[in-house]
C-alpha cells in the first residue's frame, strides 16, 4: 500500500523541517541519531559510516568517483536527504569546490554507539521490586487488546465494550480526517477513514503517533522533546519494567497516554510505579524504515468467494465487514462471502478494489500465504471487474444543438468544437438530422461563434 | 536452488558472516596485532547492527584445527552489560572465542602437522553456508546473506577440494563472498572465491585502518553495491592443487572423465577409477600434458 511509504516518509520529513537549533539539540540524544540513521536510505547510511572516522571536509568530488553511472540520481538522493537532516553541512570554498562534513554532535554520539556499542537509555528496575512482570505473550494481548479498543473507539463502533481514557478532545483530533461528521448524522467513515483501518498497525500507529506530534504545541510540549521521547521508548527492551521517576514530568503525562494507546503497560508496586514497553512501543523505530512489520496473517479467501478469518478480534470483522458479507461468527473464527453487493458498498465508500486485494494478501493466513497467489486468482480479477463494472458509464455534463439552418454551419460548429477538443458526438454524415452534443463548459465559446455565424 | 529475495524485505537488510581467521601462526608473525584487528573487527560489527535493526551477524571463527560459531547476533541479548565500558555483546564474542581458541590449541598438540600453517577455511566456509541455507529454509522473509573472510595465513593447497566446492555451491545459491585478506601476498583461493561469487576480494595496504577500509567497501549492503564503484582485483591467481600430493601447480593432468587434477601421470583416476591409455604417454608425453589453467 502506498500510504504506508507517505506516512513513514512524512515523519521523517518532520524531523527534517524541525528548525536547525531543535534539530541540533536532537542530536544530542544517542537514541535519535540511531534512528535517524536508520530511517535513512542504504546509500545515505554506507556514506555516513564511511565518514565516520573522518574529521576533514570530503570533497563532493571524490564522493561522487564512487557512484557507477545507475545509481547517480540515487547518490543524489542520498545527499539531499543527508543535507536535509543536517547531517552532512554543505560548504562550497573559494575554488568553486563543494565539500561535505558529518555534523560533529552526530559524529560523536554514533562513535561512542561504535565504541562502546549500544547502552539502553535506562537501566530496567531489579526483578526483586516489580514482583509481578506480564509474560510477553500476556504483555502482547494486552497491547493488541488496547490498540484495538482504541481503534474501536476512532471508528465510533457500536462494539467498545470500555472507552478508554484517552480525552474526547484528543480523539476528536485523531479522528480528523478520518471521519467525517454531518449534522444530525451518525459519524461516518471516510474514504482516508477506510484506507487507514486496511493499513498495518505500524502504519496505522504512525499516523496517530504523528497526529499526536504535530498537535503537541497546542498542548504546551514541545515537539522535539516529544519526538525524542518517543525514539528513546523504542531502544527499550519490551517487557522489562522501567521507573517511571526516571522520567521528567512531561514524559510522565505523555506516558499516560501511551499505555492508552497500548505502547506500554503502566504497573504500581507498593512504593514505585513503573512503565513496561510493549512490542508496539519497540517497533516504532522499525515503522521509520520501509520494511514491513511481520505480522502473522488470519484470512483463507477461497475460490468460491468464501472468506474464513481466523481471528477473535471485533476489529477484524468490522473491517471485514466493509467489504464483505459476514455470514457468521464462531468464537475464533469469522466467515463471510464477497458478493456484489458488498464490495459495491465498499467502492461507494471510496475503497478501491486493490486496496482490498492487497488487504487479502498482507494478511493471509500462513497455509494459504505459501501459495502463489494466496488469493485466488478468479477472485481477485472478479474484485477487479466488479470495480471497472462501476466505471463503465462516465458522465460528462454537455449540450445538445440541433436544426441548423445548413449543412456548412454544422460542420463549422463541429470543426470548431473540435478544436477545443470538446465535441463528444456528432450526427453521422449521411444522417439527414444535423445535430451535435459538446461539452458544458464549452457552451460559451459554443453559443459566441455560432451568433457570429449568423451574422 | 536460488532463492529469490523477498520484496516484503527492506532492501538494505543484510545477514553477514563473518569468518574470524584464529591462527595462531599468522598472528604471532602479522605486524597488526590481533588484539587491534579484533578491535576493528568488533567495532565493524557494531557498526553493521546500527545501520538496521534487523541485520544479523553471525561469527564463525577459522582456528588452525577446528572452526565453530563465537557469535550470533539473533539468539545473543543485549542485556547485562556488567562492567561498565565493555558492551555485552563484546564480552560474549570474546569469551567464546577465547574458549575456541583454548581448544584448538589443544587440538594442535594431540596432532601437529608439518607444512605451512593455514586456517581451516574449507570449514568455516562450509558452516557459514550451511547456516545461510538454514535461513533460506526458515521462511520467505530473510535477510539477504554475504559472506566476508578476514583472512590472514596463507592458503592450504590441502584443502583446495574442499574450498572450490564451497565456492561453487556459494556461487549457485547467488551468496557472495567478500575477503579481506590480512597476509603478506595475495591469497589465490578467496581472490577465486570473490571472482567467482561476485564479491570484492581487497588486500589493505594499510593495516592500521582497517576499520575504515571495512566500513567503506565492506559494510556495503547487496542493494547499494549496483550503484556503487567498489575495489575490483585486478588480476586473479586462477591455479589448482593437483589431487595427488595437493600441491599448487602451473601444468598438469586431467582426467578425461571426471576432471579431477594430477601432477603426475597416474595409469588409474584416484577420484572415478578410470584407466587411462598410456599407449603414448611415455612416449609422446609433452603432448599429453594439458594446460590446466583455465582461461576463463
Redesign the interface.
Known amino acids: 500500500m502506498p500510504q504506508v511509504r507517505i506516512i513513514a516518509k512524512n515523519f521523517m520529513d518532520m524531523v527534517a523541517a524541525l528548525p536547525a537549533m531543535k534539530l541540533d539539540k536532537l542530536y544530542e540524544n544517542a537514541f535519535i541519531c540511531e534512528a535517524i540513521l536508520r530511517s535513512l536510505p542504504p546509500l545515505a547510511k554506507k556514506y555516513v559510516l564511511q565518514m565516520l572516522c573522518i574529521e576533514v571536509p570530503v570533497t563532493a568530488k571524490s564522493m561522487e568517483e564512487w557512484v557507477l553511472p545507475d545509481g547517480v540520481s540515487k547518490h543524489r538522493v542520498a545527499i539531499d536527504r543527508l543535507i536535509q537532516l543536517r547531517i552532512f553541512t554543505e560548504t562550497v570554498d573559494r575554488k568553486r569546490e563543494t565539500t561535505y562534513t558529518l555534523n560533529p554532535i552526530f559524529q560523536t554520539n554514533l562513535k561512542k554507539l561504535l565504541l562502546y556499542g549500544v547502552v539502553l537509555p535506562r537501566e530496567p528496575m531489579p526483578s526483586n521490586v516489580t514482583v509481578r512482570l506480564p509474560s510477553s505473550e500476556d504483555l502482547e494481548a494486552f497491547a493488541l487488546e488496547q490498540w484495538e479498543c482504541f481503534l474501536l473507539q476512532l471508528i465510533n463502533s457500536s462494539q467498545i465494550e470500555r472507552p478508554s481514557n484517552i480525552s474526547s478532545s484528543m480523539m476528536k483530533i485523531f479522528q480528523r480526517g478520518l471521519l467525517s461528521q454531518r449534522d444530525k448524522e451518525a459519524p461516518r467513515l471516510t474514504e482516508s477513514g477506510f484506507q487507514f483501518l486496511l493499513m498495518d498497525t505500524n502504519a496505522q500507529l504512525w499516523y496517530i503517533i504523528r497526529e499526536y506530534i504535530s498537535n503537541s504545541e497546542e498542548r504546551g510540549v514541545d515537539s522535539a522533546d516529544l519526538i525524542s521521547f518517543l525514539l528513546e521508548l523504542s531502544f527499550h527492551v519490551t517487557g522489562e519494567a522501567y521507573n517511571i521517576n526516571t522520567l521528567t514530568e512531561v514524559q510522565k503525562n505523555t506516558i499516560k497516554d501511551l499505555a492508552d494507546l497500548g505502547l506500554v503497560k503502566l504497573q504500581q508496586g507498593r512504593k514505585d510505579s513503573w512503565f513496561i514497553p510493549t512490542r508496539l512501543a519497540t517497533n516504532l523505530s522499525v515503522s521509520l524504515t520501509d520494511s514491513s512489520s511481520r505480522k502473522q496473517g488470519f484470512v483463507v479467501v477461497e475460490t468460491n468467494f468464501r472468506l474464513y478469518a481466523y481471528s477473535t478480534s471485533k476489529l477484524h470483522c468490522e473491517i471485514l465487514r466493509l467489504f464483505s458479507r459476514v455470514e457468521y461468527q464462531l468464537p475464533n473464527l469469522i466467515v463471510g462471502a464477497i458478493t456484489k453487493e458488498s464490495l459495491y458498498s465498499a467502492f461507494e465508500n471510496g475503497i478501491t478494489a486493490d486496496q482490498i486485494i492487497s488487504f487479502l494478501q498482507q494478511n493471509a493466513h500462513p497455509r494459504v500465504a505459501e501459495r502463489v497467489p494466496s488469493v485466488p486468482e478468479n477472485v481477485t480479477d472478479q474484485i477487479r471487474l466488479w470495480e471497472t463494472d462501476l466505471n463503465r458509464v462516465e458522465m460528462t455534463p454537455a449540450y445538445h444543438y440541433d436544426g441548423f439552418p445548413s449543412r456548412d454551419l454544422f460542420e463549422g460548429a463541429s470543426d470548431f468544437a473540435r478544436g477545443y477538443n470538446a465535441l463528444l458526438w456528432e450526427d453521422p454524415e449521411d444522417s439527414k438530422k444535423m445535430s451535435l452534443v459538446v461539452k458544458a463548459e464549452n457552451h460559451v465559446h459554443m453559443r459566441e461563434y455560432l451568433s457570429r455565424q449568423r451574422q | 536452488m536460488a532463492s529469490a529475495p523477498s520484496k ?6 543484510s545477514l553477514l558472516m563473518v569468518l574470524l581467521d584464529t591462527n595462531p601462526f599468522f598472528w604471532s608473525s602479522s605486524s597488526l596485532p590481533f588484539s587491534v584487528f579484533l578491535s576493528h573487527v568488533l ?1 565493524f560489527l ?2 553493521i ?6 541485520n544479523q551477524v553471525v561469527v564463525i571463527a577459522t582456528g588452525y584445527n577446528s572452526c565453530s560459531y563465537i557469535y550470533d547476533s539473533s539468539t545473543s541479548t ?2 547485562g ?1 556488567d562492567n561498565g ?6 564480552v560474549n564474542l570474546l569469551q567464546k572465542l577465547e574458549e575456541f581458541v583454548i581448544k584448538d590449541e589443544q587440538l594442535i598438540k594431540e596432532g601437529l602437522r608439518e607444512g605451512i600453517a593455514s586456517s581451516l577455511l574449507s570449514g568455516s566456509l562450509s558452516m557459514a553456508l550451511c547456516y545461510i541455507q538454514r535461513v533460506f529454509r526458515s521462511g ?2 530473510h535477510p539477504q546473506p554475504r559472506i566476508l573472510c578476514l583472512q590472514g595465513s596463507s592458503d592450504g593447497p590441502e584443502q583446495y577440494v574442499a574450498i572450490m566446492n564451497a565456492i561453487f555451491s556459494a556461487q549457485r545459491s547467488m551468496i557472495r563472498i567478500d575477503s579481506c585478506y590480512m597476509g603478506s601476498s595475495n591469497s589465490a583461493f578467496l581472490q577465486q572465491a570473490s571472482y567467482i561469487t561476485g564479491g570484492v576480494y581487497l588486500k589493505p595496504q594499510q593495516p592500521n585502518g582497517l ?2 577500509y571495512l ?2 567497501v565492506f ?3 547487496l ?2 553495491r ?4 567498489l575495489p575490483k582485483s585486478l588480476g586473479v591467481d586462477f591455479r589448482a592443487s593437483c589431487f595427488c600430493h595437493k600441491k599448487t601447480i602451473d601444468l598438469g593432468y586431467i582426467c578425461s572423465v571426471c576432471l579431477s587434477i594430477f601432477c603426475k601421470h597416474h595409469k588409474k583416476c584416484s577420484t572415478c577409477g578410470s584407466v587411462f591409455g598410456q599407449a603414448q604417454s611415455d612416449v609422446n608425453s609433452t603432448s599429453n600434458k594439458k594446460r590446466k589453467t583455465p582461461e576463463t
Open positions: 516484503l524485505y527492506a532492501d538494505d537488510v567495532t557494531n557498526s547492527l546500527l545501520l538496521n535493526q534487523l543485549n542485556q552489560s565500558r565493555m558492551p555485552a555483546r563484546c520467505p522473509l576499520f575504515q566500513s567503506t559494510a556495503t549492503d542493494h547499494s549496483a550503484f556503487l564503484q
